[in-house]
């Protein structure tokens, strides 16, 4: 049987990301990317910063060294961040919640590397997203699906199969801090972790 890919029009939701949480929050986003750690995260966010943006719906981020770090520690690690932080395995609207790995900070693509760690969230209950570059993201294995870094500084969400998000604009000032603007799928905001 053959499959094709035909690209088409889908509802997306405007999200933001930054190292450090802005504050204020700015306005007009529909939900946000949280830094949960990882060696290569430039910061992991701290329960104030989660607090500020408690009333979104928030993506959580792990940003390992592949080549470096042990997948399977960095799944556990990252497990061990979900639960202190009573990240739900599911929601009222959603069958799992998805998490994000961060894959362009170390040695990529690596897909065996990306199956254990990523293995270690999915088999608690989590769906796994990957976020990386174009030259190596499609290296990757899609898991639950990709998030493109893309910065064009248009809005759009990147044609390829399986990519549910896009990092479109970095360096964006807010009033808070500067932040990079993100599009997502909006069936994919709907299985983030949800404000409770």
Same mark, same amino acid.
């Given at each position: 049987?053959?499959?094709?890919?035909?690209?088409?029009?889908?509802?997306? #939701?405007?999200?933001?990301?930054?190292?450090?949480? %802005?504050?204020? &929050? !700015?306005?007009?986003?529909?939900?946000?990317? +949280?830094? *949960?750690?990882?060696?290569?995260?430039?910061?992991?966010?701290?329960?104030?910063?989660? #607090?500020?943006?408690a009333k979104?719906?928030?993506? %959580?981020?792990? &940003? !390992?060294?592949?080549?470096?770090?042990?997948? +399977?520690? *960095?799944?556990?690690?990252?497990?061990?961040?979900?639960?202190?932080?009573?990240?739900?395995?599911?929601?009222?609207?959603?069958d799992?919640?998805?998490?994000?790995?961060?894959?362009?900070?170390?040695?990529?693509?690596?897909? *065996?590397?990306?199956?254990?760690?990523?293995?270690?969230?999915?088999?608690?209950?989590?769906?796994?997203?990957?976020?990386?570059?174009?030259?190596?993201?499609?290296?990757?294995?899609?898991?639950?699906?990709?998030?493109?870094?893309?910065?064009?500084?248009?809005?759009?969400?990147?044609?390829?199969?399986?990519?549910?998000?896009?990092?479109?604009?970095?360096?964006?000032?807010?009033?808070?801090?500067e932040?990079?603007?993100?599009?997502?799928?909006?069936?994919?905001?709907?299985?983030?972790?949800?404000?409770?």
């Amino acid at each position: 049987m053959r499959s094709d890919w035909t690209p088409g029009y889908v509802q997306v #939701a405007p999200g933001f990301d930054a190292a450090h949480c %802005p504050d204020p &929050v !700015p306005a007009g986003y529909e939900w946000c990317m +949280v830094y *949960a750690g990882g060696s290569s995260a430039t910061h992991a966010w701290d329960a104030a910063e989660l #607090a500020l943006v408690a009333k979104l719906p928030r993506l %959580p981020v792990w &940003v !390992p060294t592949p080549g470096t770090d042990d997948p +399977v520690t *960095a799944g556990n690690a990252f497990l061990r961040w979900l639960t202190v932080h009573n990240v739900p395995k599911t929601n009222a609207r959603s069958d799992h919640t998805r998490v994000m790995w961060d894959m362009e900070t170390g040695q990529e693509p690596d897909p *065996a590397w990306l199956n254990k760690a990523a293995g270690v969230t999915a088999a608690a209950g989590y769906r796994n997203l990957v976020y990386g570059s174009i030259s190596t993201l499609f290296g990757q294995p899609a898991r639950s699906g990709y998030v493109v870094a893309n910065p064009t500084g248009v809005l759009h969400l990147y044609q390829h199969p399986n990519v549910v998000a896009t990092q479109y604009a970095f360096d964006v000032k807010t009033p808070g801090g500067e932040i990079d603007q993100d599009v997502a799928v909006v069936d994919l905001v709907r299985q983030m972790w949800q404000p409770s």
